[in-house]
Nanobody, 122 residues
Framework: QVQLVESGGGLVQAGGSLRLSCAAS??????MGWFRQAPGKERAFIAAIGWSGNNRRYADSVKGRFTISRDNVKNTVYLQMNSLKPEDSAVYTC?????????????????WGQGTQVTVSS
């Protein structure tokens, strides 16, 4: 069956770094992305990447701090998060689809992971 499994979340102090991983199984995915949702707030787009790795999109709030990448052999997408801020605290969820566009729209993704908690302390 198709699964997306996130890992790498945890507790980190402001200014620190974390790397999230999302391992996909069961299918080959072209476009993959990351979203996050904090308590009391709506889910927000963070980053997306196409098959080649050259088509990348980022939310303005994370540009220059977060980097999305992928390993197509492992069918895994990564999110390197640097210079973390308390407002980055959220549940981060991986998403994937079988289209070529690195979309920012949640409804255009076919599969979702369970999420991993990221907490950034002041």
């Amino acid at each position: 069956q198709v699964q997306l499994v996130e890992s790498g979340g945890g507790l980190v102090q402001a200014g620190g770094s974390l790397r999230l991983s999302c391992a996909a199984s069961g299918r080959t995915f072209y476009a993959m992305g990351w979203f996050r949702q904090a308590p009391g707030k709506e889910r927000a787009f963070i980053a997306a990447i196409g098959w080649s790795g050259n088509n990348r999109r980022y939310a303005d709030s994370v540009k220059g701090r977060f980097t999305i990448s992928r390993d197509n052999v492992k069918n895994t997408v990564y999110l390197q998060m640097n210079s973390l801020k308390p407002e980055d605290s959220a549940v981060y969820t991986c998403a994937a689809n079988q289209d070529t566009i690195a979309t920012t729209i949640p409804n255009e993704y076919d599969y979702w992971g369970q999420g991993t908690q990221v907490t950034v302390s002041s």
